[in-house]
């Protein structure tokens, strides 16, 4: 049912600040059934979970990316917004927007829907 879309820059120089966009169908941010995070893979790398925003606005991050990352959302547009600044080169990854279902009360809890990506390369 959710479907998400990561938008934003391809390539952005280092030492610049990387704002991403997830937009959102299908369901609304704000509804409890879900969490909603960025995750970003490397080359040749695992994935690399960044941080949270939940539906009520609560917001959590990776504690190696949390000095310089940001989450945000605007709930009139439906969507989940990705900061992140003093970008370096071992920051080139593809970056996902991800939803995590948390009601308890449904078959489907635990479950993860992930947009497709978007690929970030950082310059130096």
């Known amino acids: 049912q959710v479907q998400l879309q990561e938008s934003g820059p391809g390539l952005v120089k280092a030492s610049q600040t990387l704002s991403l966009t997830c937009t959102v169908s299908?369901?609304?941010?704000?509804?409890?059934?879900?969490?909603w995070s960025w995750i970003r893979q490397a080359p040749g790398k695992g994935l690399e979970w960044m941080g949270v925003i939940t539906y009520d606005g609560r917001i959590y991050y990776s504690p190696a990316l949390k000095s310089r990352t940001s989450i945000f959302r605007d709930t009139s547009k439906n969507t989940v917004y990705l900061q992140m600044n003093s970008l370096q080169p071992e920051d080139t990854a593809v970056y996902y927007c991800n939803a995590n279902v948390i009601a308890i009360t449904t078959i489907a809890s635990g479950m993860d829907y992930w947009g497709k990506g978007t690929l970030v390369t950082v310059s130096s």
């Open positions: 299908g369901a609304s941010i704000t509804n409890s059934y879900y969490a």
